[in-house]
């Protein structure tokens, strides 16, 4: 039987060798298929450009079917769904600015402050009590990470009492 070569894109096996694999690479089936695994990844301002690019697709705005589907060289967006992509391009460009402190941290710092706020509505403890219970930290440690109530034992820092406790940890 021999060797087989399966495409991930097109869900199909076939004989490895030279030949057939340089044709089903090249194949229109294999590039449609490459593309549009690749289109599911694409963020919104690419897209809307794209799509601003076509002209709307009669037959799909007629009977809301096109026969050509997603391999279609027409725009199948309603004005509906360009508006939409046009709120989520302007939406994701304020977090994105790197001017104005954008980017991973200030959303860290938002889910942070919104963690925190949970935390502190869901306990009935003091805060007095809590602070006063708190382990010695190493040095390097945020305190950001002691404060998750879920976290597993795994990523739990070891105790400072030595080896004897640690070997749960890990």
């Known amino acids: 039987m021999g060797k087989r070569y ?3 894109y097109c869900d199909r096996s076939f004989q490895d060798n030279m030949h ?3 044709k089903h690479l090249n194949g229109v089936q294999h590039q449609r298929s490459k593309k549009a695994w690749f289109d ?3 963020d919104a301002a690419a897209i809307l450009v794209d799509e601003q ?3 709307p697709c009669r037959k799909f705005l007629q009977t809301g079917q096109c026969l050509f589907g997603t391999n279609c060289r027409f725009s199948h967006m309603t004005e509906r769904d360009l508006e939409s992509l046009k709120r989520q391009v302007a939406g994701g460009s304020l977090r ?3 001017k104005e402190g954008g980017g991973a941290e ?3 710092e938002e ?3 919104r963690r925190e706020k949970r935390r502190v509505a869901q306990s009935s403890g003091s805060v007095l009590n809590e602070e006063e219970d708190e382990p010695l930290l190493p040095p390097d440690l945020h305190q950001h990470f002691l404060e998750i109530p879920d976290l597993p034992p795994s990523l739990l820092p070891p105790a400072s009492t030595g080896v004897a406790s640690s070997s ?3």
């Open 20 to 22: 057939n694999r340089k």
């Open 96 to 98: 994105k600015d790197p």
């Open 53 to 55: 690019s076509k002209k």
């Open 40 to 42: 599911n990844f694409r």
């Open 6 to 8: 399966y495409c991930d």
């Open 168 to 170: 749960q940890w890990g």
């Open 106 to 108: 200030p959303m860290a």
């Open 111 to 113: 889910w942070l402050a």
